[in-house]
């Protein structure tokens, strides 16, 4: 019997993963508050739920793609409640980025109601998602975590474990996209100094990222912040902004300071006040330009 699934949240990563889940042999049930946006899913075989709570069921599974702490605790304790709709031993499995601590609140409603959380934030970009290249973190209940690993497997390049702790994988998940944050500002420092110094910052980028650093995240984010490309938005600015402040949230409860993560939330706040909130997160990188002179705020 081919399995069911539901999936709230067809942004731009949330459409790829689930047209990936299609592709697998999935059947798969789709909620987005702008229903439009599931028009290409129905079009490849997908069902339209009319409302989120529409796409949980008991024993069943649900995936969320949503954007925030907010918009996930109304998926499980609001209208839509799946939390207890999944009941009995139906499964959550959480991919949205947010705080570790939303997570083991939701986790702990859901194990009241009888259903079950797994927390599976993914890094990857929505060509990754479409790719299905993307790596996904896990945490939660062992056992629910082996029955997902297929559903997983058809979204990802690969699956790492981070425990029992239900908030585990977003704490990895928080700590990589500070990272990033800050590799882009430095880009954009180093950018701004080597093209105060006459040099083309496009060739030193291109130098760089196959060299020195030889990776995805200076290589993709490099050349855009290089030629100062931050449109289409693969990952709005405001939500760049979101997970900085995640990181300082998930710091300040267990005491470990993050001086740098204070920085770039001024960068991106910078960033939005200068118009920016339409960009790419790459474009908090235009603030080191804006410092040294070499562009206005856009």
């Known amino acids: 019997m081919t399995q069911q699934i539901g999936f709230v949240g067809l942004g731009a ?23 439009s946006k599931a028009a290409p899913l129905v079009a490849k075989g997908a069902k339209l739920a009319e409302r989120p709570g529409d796409v949980a ?14 918009s996930l605790e109304h998926l499980v304790t609001g209208e839509a409640a799946i939390a207890s709709r999944l009941a009995p031993h139906g499964i959550h499995i959480s991919m949205t980025t947010v705080s570790p601590a939303i997570v083991r609140k939701l986790a702990t409603v859901h194990h009241e109601c009888g259903s079950v959380m797994v927390s599976a934030p993914v890094f990857g970009r929505p060509e990754a998602a479409a790719a299905k290249k993307l790596w996904i973190c896990t945490s939660g209940p062992r056992t629910a975590k082996e029955k997902v690993k297929p559903i997983l497997e058809a979204m990802g390049q690969a699956i790492v474990d981070f425990g029992d702790d239900p908030g585990a994988a977003n704490v990895v998940k928080v700590a990589g996209n500070f990272m990033i944050a800050a590799a882009m500002e430095s880009m954009g420092e180093a950018l701004a100094m080597v093209e105060k110094s006459g040099v083309d910052r496009t060739v030193v980028m291109d130098l760089l990222s196959k060299s020195l650093f030889a990776c995805p995240v200076y290589q993709g984010y490099g050349a855009a912040i290089a030629h100062r490309k931050h449109t289409p938005a693969g990952f709005r600015l405001p939500l760049g902004l979101k997970d900085v402040d995640l990181a300082l949230k998930t710091a300040a409860e267990v005491s470990a ?6 920085m770039l939330h001024d960068r991106f706040l910078s960033a939005i006040a200068n118009g920016r909130s339409e960009m790419d997160w790459s474009a908090v990188a235009l603030g080191a330009s804006d410092d040294a002179g070499l562009s206005k705020p856009k």
């Open 13 to 35: 990563m949330g459409s790829a993963m689930a047209e990936n889940l299609l592709a697998a042999g999935f059947e798969v049930t789709v909620f987005n508050r702008t229903a």
């Open 57 to 70: 069921h008991a024993h069943g599974i649900v995936i969320s793609m949503l954007a925030d702490d907010a």
């Open 257 to 262: 300071p993050m001086p740098l993560a204070s």
